[in-house]
């Protein structure tokens, strides 16, 4: 097992090989890593092969950070110009969240950069900065409508980002059932997919992760989750001026450039909001589990325990993914 210092220069390697600049490989390299040490492997390490390969086949500008205009006052369009996600999103975010401090609310509205990988990265930057953070973002149709056998939608994610002490709350959730990124990490250690998660590509269940690779993905929450989507990725796109439904590409493939949207709203909170949301959270941990052996969790508890053990024993990387990586390092 790779140590988190091996894994670092490896990667750091890679990147720097492919052309990309000692920051931007850094910030590309922070955010998969921390999804990595987070417990998100669908969003972690298995993505930079990718990356590099779309760099190397000219769909990916690692030198680019994207060109914004204000539209209005507090909405910020974004050209990313085909730049690393993490890059050009965290270049919207220093603009947005400067006129946020002003104006009480800014808007980034972000089209034609590459993916943008676990939105709780974003959303705990913000948070800890003193400001609330609501993320969105829409990917390559990979989810079935309720009641369909097609993949129509995107996992189409949502983050809340609010700050609070010792660690502000964050919550990130795709409006899918799972991330294709978690099919896709069941494919490459073998690991057989659980029941109801998703449809071949004929659109009959399966639990073969390869199978599903090539199918479409259940909406959590049947009706709920479906409509939730739908209605995220009509918004997105229209703020973005994005690609929409089975036009969108570029987010799991290395050939296409990137055309799907991403919307950023950062809102100033109210005076001793951060003390009553700290409050409020020890308040539910420390509130009777239905289970004495599991007591009641914020979300992110989990994954801030699970970064703490990484760091101490190491990540876990599917053999595929290192051998990936540390080929693309030379």
Not at 69 to 92: H, I, M, Q, T
Not at 116 to 130: D, F, I, N, S, T
Not at 222 to 240: C, H, P
Request: charged share 20%; hydrophobic share 45%; proline share 7%.
């Amino acid at each position: 097992m790779p140590t988190v210092d091996e894994i670092t220069r490896k990667s750091l390697a890679a990147l720097r090989a492919a052309g990309v600049p000692e920051p931007a490989a850094r910030t590309q390299l922070s955010l998969l890593l921390e999804a990595e040490l987070r417990g998100v492997p669908s969003h972690g390490l298995l993505r930079l092969p990718r990356v590099i390969q779309r760099i190397r086949n000219g769909v990916c500008k690692p030198n680019a950070t994207g060109r914004g205009l204000w539209r209005r006052e507090a909405f910020y369009e974004v050209d990313g110009e085909n730049g690393l996600g993490p890059v050009v999103a965290l270049s919207a975010l220093e603009h947005v969240c400067v006129r946020a401090a002003d104006t009480g609310v800014a808007v980034a509205a972000i089209r034609n950069c590459d993916h943008l990988g676990m939105l709780a990265w974003y959303a705990e930057q913000v948070a800890r900065k003193g400001q609330i953070l609501v993320a969105l973002t829409i990917s390559e149709a990979l989810v079935h409508p309720w009641g369909g056998r097609r993949a129509m939608l995107g996992t189409n994610p949502i983050t809340i980002g609010i700050p609070a002490q010792p660690d502000p709350f964050v919550f990130d959730m795709a409006t899918s059932l799972v991330s294709m990124g978690k099919i896709h990490d069941h494919a490459n250690r073998g690991v057989a997919i659980p029941e109801g998660w998703a449809l071949n590509s004929e659109g009959y269940p399966t639990t073969d992760a390869a199978a599903a690779k090539q199918g479409a993905i259940a909406p959590f929450g049947g009706a709920k989750g479906y409509g939730l989507a739908l209605g995220f990725e009509l918004l997105v796109a229209a703020l973005s001026g994005s690609a929409i439904g089975r036009e969108v590409a570029g987010t799991l493939d290395s050939e296409q450039p990137c055309n799907k949207g991403d919307v950023f709203i950062v809102l100033e909170p109210t005076t001793g909001a951060a003390g009553m949301v700290s409050t409020f959270m020890q308040e539910l941990r420390a509130s009777p589990a239905a289970d004495p052996r599991q007591p009641v969790r914020i979300p992110g508890d989990r994954a801030r325990q699970a970064r703490r053990d990484h760091l101490e024993v190491g990540i876990d990387l599917a053999p595929e993914v290192w051998e990936q990586i540390v080929e693309m390092a030379g």
